[in-house]
């Protein structure tokens, strides 16, 4: 992804947001998306792979390196933070093909362990996931208070 790919953005983070509907987003979330994007392109343990079509971009997978805590290995993991692909375009192996990319990635850096979230609802991401070997290791809670 280049800077000049941000302002191309917004459908997809939109796409993001109505598949993900037991989230809660900022009322500028577009902004806040693309401005954590801006930053993305700057850092080495950060990177966003594109998808596009006739100059359009329909993909978007996003990735890093993180720490995995003090106690739990290995050391460092891949985490996948966004993936979305236009509803126009999905099953054509769009998605598949940016999860490549980025597994490749990570790997080349070294990472042998990718972890990610996926809301309950999101009946087609799980099935992705799990398509691709990935298995449910942990839960996350919320309460509002």
């Known amino acids: ?3 000049t790919d941000l302002d191309s953005l917004w459908p997809l983070v939109d796409q993001f947001v109505s598949a993900n509907k037991t989230l809660t987003y900022r009322p500028d979330y577009r902004y ?3 401005d954590s994007a ?3 392109l ?3 343990d950060a990177v966003i792979f594109i998808a596009e079509e006739k100059s ?3 993909g978007l997978i996003a990735g890093r390196i993180i720490d995995n805590g003090p106690i739990i290995i290995p050391d460092k993991i891949g985490y996948v933070g966004t993936t979305v692909v236009l509803s ?3 099953r054509k ?3 598949k093909g940016m999860w490549e990319k980025l597994k490749g990635w990570f790997q080349s850096r ?3 362990e990718v972890h990610l979230y996926v809301v309950p609802d999101n009946d087609e991401a799980r099935g992705f996931w799990q398509s691709r070997g990935f298995n449910l290791v942990l839960e996350r809670w919320q309460k509002r208070l």
């Open 56 to 58: 359009e971009i329909i």
């Open 32 to 34: 806040a998306f693309c």
């Open 93 to 95: 192996g769009i998605a």
């Open 42 to 44: 700057s850092d080495t």
């Open 110 to 112: 070294g990472i042998e």
């Open 88 to 90: 126009g375009y999905r």
């Open 1 to 3: 992804m280049k800077p």
């Open 38 to 40: 801006r930053k993305v």
